[in-house]
């Protein structure tokens, strides 16, 4: 098999995970956010409403694809795709078991931290083809929310980095053992804040803030684009958590094998729902304290674990 077919093999299995996660991940958010509110969240579609989604999916593939008459309509119809695409390039780099991930790249890690970016340019053009004042200023916000809180997400990385002697995640979760938990609390902290702000997740959902933006920079799409650039959301909640299990959790650790596998995807699960929980219980904050949370804490207390790793590092 050529390298091109079989990098669009891998591409068709990213994009397959990415859409049955994010199915199971709307249902899953909505019984979160249910038993937060104190309801129950979808019960009538299957069993605890497991089956609600197979109802959503139909109504938003036929749903009419507005486009509104304003806008620069090639540019409108395809940035939602080039929205998608960095986040199902970057579930290929991810290790699900020792010494195997679809794409074992020397690079891995770096890759995982740049391509996602390229998200970035895509929301931008997103948010001017819509010619709409709302869609323009959650273009702008999400722009410079994400470029800031890529720094401490890359930092917080380094110290996996430096333990384990090698940029290839495979490495990573060879060389893992668990003091690493311990040591790199911090930074694993750091990790997970800085991803939820560069997914745009509550509290750090600014761009699409509903009171304020009515839906920021996805305000005119409809029907299928929309729903791509929900899948995109929920695809990152998946990649970010699946690669935090398995550099900063030890992926299937304690177990090998299969099991090591379904251990993988347990710690990838509760990660998930930490990111739902924290969406529905805390208030969203302001644009100014959002940059300067990440310039003035999350910086500086990964640079404080990145020296403590650079301490310890010598004894080891």
Request: charged residues 10%; neutral net charge; glycine residues 8%.
């Amino acid at each position: 098999m050529t390298s091109f077919l079989l990098g669009a093999l891998w591409g068709v299995v990213g994009v397959v995970v990415i859409a049955g996660g994010a199915v199971i991940g709307v249902w899953w958010e909505r019984k979160v956010a249910g038993r937060i509110q104190l309801r129950y969240g979808p019960q009538q579609i299957g069993p605890a409403g497991s089956l609600q989604m197979l109802a959503d999916v139909p109504k938003l593939l036929f749903k009419e694809d507005v486009v509104p008459s304003g806008a620069d309509k090639p540019l409108f119809k395809y940035a939602p795709l080039v929205v998608f695409a960095p986040v199902a390039a970057a579930i290929a780099v991810i290790p699900f078991a020792k010494g195997w991930a679809m794409f074992d790249t020397a690079v891995g890690v770096l890759f995982f931290l740049a391509v996602p970016s390229i998200e970035v340019v895509a929301i931008l053009v997103a948010a001017w083809a819509q010619r709409n004042t709302y869609s323009a200023l959650g273009g702008l916000r999400a722009a410079s929310q994400m470029i800031a809180y890529e720094v401490p997400r890359a930092l917080s990385v380094a110290p996996l980095v430096l333990l384990a002697g090698s940029l290839r995640p495979t490495d990573l979760v060879a060389a893992w053992r668990w003091w690493w938990v311990p040591l790199l609390a911090l930074a694993f902290l750091i990790y997970l804040i800085s991803s939820i702000a560069e997914m745009n997740r509550g509290p750090f959902d600014l761009p699409e803030a509903e009171s304020e933006l009515v839906a920021g920079y996805f305000a005119d799409y409809s029907g299928m684009r929309w729903a791509i650039f929900m899948m995109a959301e929920y695809g990152a909640i998946i990649t970010t958590s699946l690669f935090a299990a398995a550099t900063f959790l030890g992926a299937g650790w304690p177990f090998d094998g299969a099991l090591g596998v379904v251990a993988l995807i347990v710690k990838a699960a509760a990660l998930v729902t930490l990111v739902m929980w924290t969406k529905w219980t805390l208030p969203r904050i302001r644009q100014d304290q959002l940059l300067r949370f990440c310039w003035t804490v999350l910086v500086p207390a990964a640079l404080v674990q990145l020296a403590i790793v650079g301490v310890v590092l010598p004894w080891l």
